[in-house]
């Protein structure tokens, strides 16, 4: 166990949704980073958080977009959903700004039908 | 051409046998390499990390970076069957001002009885 927690473990949505992933990183660490996961594409990074300012984006969509809170959990919110947007998506976190250990979380499986 | 190249296997090895796994990249600016164990259904989990150039070792797992040639090797000893699961190098430098890590497609590794 990581000590990353993300819920929920599994989503079915359609088309034109909106979805919320949510996770919460390992106790003391302040970066919290999104990843997708796709069969095509391997790990893509999306976004980096870092004591709830935004630190890095990846290969994000505009459709997507996500945030940290005070209490350092983190919120990834996706939009006009696609099937192509159906996915493993992770949540890691790290202890600082800039630490390349990162610990995942179990993931949420999406899937738009 | 991809940042990072892994072979995605299948791998398939008799118990007991060694296990060799590589990645190959192509930026010189990495400098922080990774591998990852990813369970079917499970997030990865970090297992090595090595900072630039030489070998690393962690009870049957020993990792190597040879930065000349832009190669990194993980080698699995006396595998198990429990070591069945996809592996994913991954790296980071700090070259896209975020330690954002690149990751390989992943290889996937059985290993039977």
């Known amino acids: 166990d990581s000590g990353v927690t993300q819920t929920p473990k599994h989503l079915i949505t359609a088309t034109g949704q909106r979805v919320t992933l949510r996770c919460s990183p390992r106790?003391?660490?302040?970066?919290v980073y999104w990843y997708q996961q796709s069969l095509d594409q391997g790990l893509q990074f999306l976004i980096q958080y870092y004591n709830g300012e935004e630190r890095a984006k990846g290969n994000i969509l505009e459709r997507f977009s996500a945030q940290q809170f005070p209490d350092l959990h983190s919120e990834l919110n996706l939009s006009s959903l696609e099937l192509g947007d159906s996915a493993l998506y992770f949540c890691a976190s790290s202890v600082a700004e800039t630490e390349e250990t990162q610990y995942f979380g179990p993931g949420t499986r999406l899937l738009v039908l | 051409q991809k940042e990072v190249e892994q072979d995605p296997g299948p791998l398939s090895v008799p118990e007991g046998a060694i296990v060799s796994l590589n990645c190959t990249y192509s930026n010189s600016a990495f400098q922080y390499f990774m591998w990852y164990r990813q369970y079917s259904r499970k997030g990865p989990e970090l297992l090595m990390y090595?900072?630039?150039?030489g070998n690393k070792e962690d009870g049957r797992f020993t990792a190597q970076v040879d930065k000349s040639s832009k190669y990194i090797s993980l080698f699995i000893r006396d595998s198990q069957p429990s070591d069945s699961a996809t592996y994913l190098c991954a790296m980071s430098g700090y070259v896209y001002n975020t330690d954002k890590l690149i990751f390989g497609t992943g290889t996937r590794l059985q290993v039977f009885p």
């Open positions: 106790s003391g660490d302040l970066s």
């Open positions: 090595t900072y630039s150039s």
